[in-house]
């Protein structure tokens, strides 16, 4: 299986080629630079691995949560460049990549990632270990950290993400005794957009171009809100 995945949820960029069971990636923490370089990041991949994106089975990119801007690029180029190769896309949450990439180097069984959503808020999601990759536990959501939930089972996790940064203060002094260790500043990577895409299910989470979408989150609170 060939997969090349783009993330660009956050000040980082990054593309990775998944390609039966190996992962090659390009990361750069480049803000406002995303446009410019994740293009010339997935051709740098393909070229060194004599590839052509028509040798690709799918193409992931991390829809979201996280900067709207990002998003937006991430969800176009995935698009245009599925639609011109005839790739289907797999969208992959962002949040579950960092819980992924957590979860594989500790031995606890959840991991709490945070992204800062800014206007004093968290992207916020909790996962637990499963055979074929992290399991989300409730939903993933825009949350106040003094509300953010955490389940009632959970004595340990490992904490991950710039959430943990933004907001430090207010999510240890809520969660601290049961938290194993805390990764404040690990972003988001394609590498694990590429493994999680390869975990998924072709007949049901690989989609057609046209649904290559962002995941806002903070939309979603909105349209409720106005319901």
């Not at 069971?21 to 293009?39: K, N, S, T, Y």
């Not at 996790?157 to 969660?175: I, Q």
Request: net charge neutral; hydrophobic share 50%.
């Amino acid at each position: 299986m060939k997969i090349l995945a783009l993330e660009t949820a956050t000040e980082a960029c990054s593309a990775a080629l998944y390609r039966d069971g190996r992962v090659c990636e390009r990361f750069e923490v480049a803000p406002r630079r995303h446009a410019d370089r994740i293009l010339p990041m997935m051709s740098e991949l393909l070229e060194e691995a004599g590839l052509t994106l028509r040798d690709l089975d799918a193409l992931a990119f991390g829809r979201g949560p996280g900067a709207f801007t990002g998003l937006r690029i991430a969800a176009g180029v995935a698009q245009g460049t599925a639609l011109g190769a005839g790739l289907a896309v797999v969208p992959v949450s962002t949040v579950a990549a960092l819980a992924a990439e957590a979860l594989a180097q500790t031995p606890v069984e959840y991991a709490v990632a945070a992204l800062d959503a800014r206007m004093g808020e968290v992207y916020w999601g909790v996962y637990r270990r499963g055979e074929a990759g992290p399991v989300l536990v409730g939903r993933e959501q825009v949350v106040d950290p003094q509300r953010a939930p955490l389940p009632d089972d959970l004595s340990e996790a490992v904490a991950v993400g710039p959430g943990w940064s933004a907001y430090g203060a207010v999510l240890r002094r809520r969660f601290g005794d049961r938290l194993r260790t805390i990764w404040p500043r690990r972003l988001p990577r394609a590498a694990w957009i590429a493994r999680l895409a390869a975990m998924a299910d072709p007949d049901t989470q690989w989609l057609p171009p046209e649904r290559a979408l962002p995941v806002y989150l903070r939309d979603q609170v909105a349209n409720r809100a106005k319901a």
